[in-house]
């Protein structure tokens, strides 16, 4: 069993900054690729970010690429999400996800991840 807990949401303006952290549990947790995916009210729940297990891929969606970057510490049993350049269509709940199986591939889909974190909410004022 992984539980995984998110924190560091608030509320930013716009242009401004944010850092979501994501504490895992499990003893195997470095064998993980983790993601952040977050959802908006009325829509569907959207890939955000990935990194795998040795952290020596990371992938992106468009919407974020550039502005947003993933990291693990796997001594920590953590995965960062750092938000810059912050604009009001990233106000979402955003959830860090596990994914305990090997794909080819990036991990994009919901289905490839095994565990979810209970969301932080992330908002943006314009």
């Known amino acids: 069993q992984v539980q995984l807990v998110e924190s560091g949401g608030g509320l930013v303006q716009a242009g401004g900054s944010l850092r979501l952290s994501c504490a895992a549990s499990?003893?195997?947790?470095?064998?993980?690729?983790m993601g952040w995916f977050r959802q908006a009210p009325g829509k569907e729940r959207e890939f955000v970010a990935a990194?795998?297990?040795?952290?020596?891929?990371?992938y992106y969606s468009d919407s974020v690429k550039g502005r947003f970057t993933i990291s693990r510490d796997n001594a920590k049993n953590t995965i960062f999400l750092q938000m810059d350049s912050l604009k009001p269509e990233d106000t979402a709940v955003y959830y860090c996800?596990?994914?305990?199986?090997?794909?080819?591939?990036?991990?994009?889909?919901?289905?490839?991840?095994?565990?979810w974190g209970q969301g932080t909410q992330v908002t943006v004022s314009s």
């Open positions: 996800a596990a994914a305990l199986r090997y794909y080819t591939g990036s991990y994009i889909y919901t289905y490839q991840y095994n565990y």
């Open positions: 499990g003893r195997t947790f470095s064998t993980y690729t």
């Open positions: 990194i795998s297990w040795s952290a020596g891929k990371a």
